[in-house]
């Protein structure tokens, strides 16, 4: 590129900030003009083994600045676009600190834990008229993309309803701290925001009311459970696997301060039994727009893989969409049932960045973003998102339907938050 290449400062050395995001930038910054040139985390081990790793995976490339502080980072002059993807209970005061800076801001999703906290968040966005980039990542993922240009295009007429399928076999919510929602909110804020940010960018619409059930039925705690799998000898189904399971050879190879974790912030195979968690290992949400479209998503973390693990059904008033992430498929009816085709949008060529190449898109985007390009979704998405989430726990503790604000409203009076004390295991909430 003739432009010269930005400065990306990455605030939280996580899985997700350095070792997917990160690392992805590293490879990509000849093509898309950026420069990894500053990382901040407060725990020395992990910014010492992410610059050890830009050493050793990545000798052309430049050294990266270490800060311990993020204010620090955020006033570096090297540093063009700052990206914040620290554990979601730490997102609040960076966030709004790089807003104020006047640069360019990325937040990975979930925005905060809480609507007030995301609230507060996107009033300092709203404020300062410097719009943030949100980490949705079905925003860039080229099925859910196509499918919405199909969508404008008219060809199932106006959306009525939509229906999320999400079954997914992601125990890791359980070996990692998102099993505490003092932490992270809760599993449905950190997967399914994503799902309610769909909702509203093919609803073209605010959601008012939500109404949902739901609760912990497998990861339910164990009286005497270790710690973590590295303690555990038994033959369990959850024994990190999967993710978890790759994730922690990673750690054990790359990032020692990972596997030798004695704390459920920093450990990834905590025991999905270990007691403390209480968050929701499935749910049924429903959700009506302030145009009339209706919603339902589908959700539990401890189904079995499979390959329509997660399906996504728009139904028009002549047609619908039916989307299969896994297979990046298209089934397509129109005219009331007269033609119907199937199309291939899976991104294999980029799939090994990450979400089904929805990553290195977002690598992409992230460059534009910082030269002027507008945000894909912004903090008032967020800002949503987490609200249907609040929404939907709140729902499930009362059992009740719940009315949510107008989003638009300057000097909005949030209604009382949901503590983030947690939902107990189903057997023990009274009736």
Not at 8 to 32: A, Q
Not at 304 to 327: C, H, M, N, Y
Request: overall charge negative.
């Amino acid at each position: 590129m003739s432009e010269r290449p930005l400065g990306v400062g990455i605030i939280g050395l996580g899985t997700r900030g350095f070792w997917n995001l990160g690392r992805n930038i590293l490879k990509l910054s000849g093509e898309v003009g950026l420069k990894l040139v500053a990382l901040c985390d407060r725990t020395p081990e992990r910014l010492d083994e992410a610059i050890g790793c830009v050493k050793a995976e990545y000798p052309n490339a430049p050294v990266p600045t270490g800060y311990r502080n993020y204010q620090q980072l955020i006033d570096d002059p090297a540093v063009d676009i700052v990206m914040v993807t620290t554990q979601t209970y730490q997102h609040r005061e960076p966030v709004i600190a790089a807003i104020r800076s006047g640069k360019k801001v990325f937040c990975e999703k979930p925005l905060g834990r809480t609507t007030e906290e995301s609230q507060a968040i996107y009033e300092a966005e709203r404020e300062s008229g410097n719009t943030v980039l949100i980490g949705f990542t079905r925003r860039y993922e080229r099925p859910w993309m196509r499918a919405a240009e199909l969508v404008s295009s008219g060809i199932i007429g106006d959306v009525r309803m939509l229906l999320l399928r999400a079954v997914i076999p992601y125990d890791v919510y359980f070996h990692r701290w998102h099993r505490e929602r003092r932490y992270s909110g809760g599993a449905l804020n950190d997967k399914s925001s994503h799902h309610f940010d769909v909702f509203s960018w093919f609803a073209g619409a605010d959601p008012v009311h939500v109404h949902a059930f739901g609760g912990r039925h497998v990861f339910l705690p164990e009286e005497g459970a270790p710690f973590r799998c590295a303690e555990c000898e038994r033959d369990c189904p959850y024994r990190v696997t999967g993710m978890a399971q790759n994730e922690t050879r990673l750690a054990a190879k790359t990032q020692p301060s990972v596997a030798q974790a004695t704390d459920v912030l920093h450990a990834h195979d905590v025991c999905v039994y270990y007691p403390g968690a209480d968050i929701l290992d499935h749910a049924i949400v429903s959700v009506e727009f302030n145009n009339e479209v209706r919603a339902s998503l589908f959700w539990t973390v401890y189904g079995p893989k499979a390959p329509d693990q997660e399906s996504f059904e728009i139904v028009g008033t002549k047609g619908k969409i039916q989307l299969i992430r896994e297979t990046g498929t298209l089934h397509v009816i129109t005219d009331h049932g007269k033609h119907r085709f199937t199309e291939d949008a899976k991104d294999t060529a980029n799939a090994g960045f990450g979400h089904f190449g929805a990553d290195r898109r977002l690598v992409e985007t992230l460059s534009a973003f910082g030269r002027g390009a507008a945000s894909t979704v912004s903090c008032r998405g967020g800002w949503v998102a987490t609200s249907v989430v609040e929404a939907a726990i709140r729902s499930i503790e009362e059992r009740r339907v719940v009315t949510l604000p107008e989003f638009d409203r300057s000097g909005l009076a949030v209604s009382e938050s949901v503590g983030l004390e947690g939902i107990a295991p189903d057997q023990d909430r009274s009736a």
